[in-house]
């Protein structure tokens, strides 16, 4: 098992920036692959931004792409979600998840995924 607790969220005005974190316990983090979702009122989730066990490969989608960075920290058992240049649209509460993924690959569907933590909500104030 590994539990998953994000923070980070708020309200934020449009063009400003937030850092959200996801602290993971339980099995070895280094293990897991991690991701961003989010999910707006009345939509689908969607897949923000995903990286690779050791950090070195990442993705983006293309909303957020030279916007948001993703990273990780694995001595500290943490992943990371740098959200600049924020938009009206980016509100959505953001879920991170752990995907036992082995090398450097990284999905993007989320149904791959084995563990999701319990969201933090973004509010973009125009």
């Known amino acids: 098992q590994v539990q998953l607790v994000e923070s980070g969220g708020g309200l934020v005005q449009a063009g400003g920036s937030l850092r959200l974190s996801c602290a993971a316990s339980?099995?070895?983090?280094?293990?897991?692959?991690m991701g961003w979702f989010r999910q707006a009122p009345g939509k689908e989730r969607e897949f923000v931004a995903a990286?690779?066990?050791?950090?070195?490969?990442?993705y983006y989608a293309d909303s957020v792409k030279g916007r948001f960075t993703i990273s990780r920290d694995n001595a500290k058992n943490t992943v990371y979600l740098q959200m600049n240049s924020l938009k009206p649209e980016d509100t959505a509460v953001y879920y991170c998840?752990?995907?036992?993924?082995?090398?450097?690959?990284?999905?993007?569907?989320?149904?791959?995924?084995?563990?999701w933590g319990q969201g933090t909500q973004v509010t973009l104030s125009s």
């Open positions: 339980g099995r070895t983090f280094s293990w897991y692959g």
């Open positions: 998840a752990a995907d036992y993924l082995p090398g450097a690959a990284i999905r993007t569907d989320g149904s791959f995924y084995d563990y």
């Open positions: 990286i690779s066990r050791s950090g070195g490969s990442t």
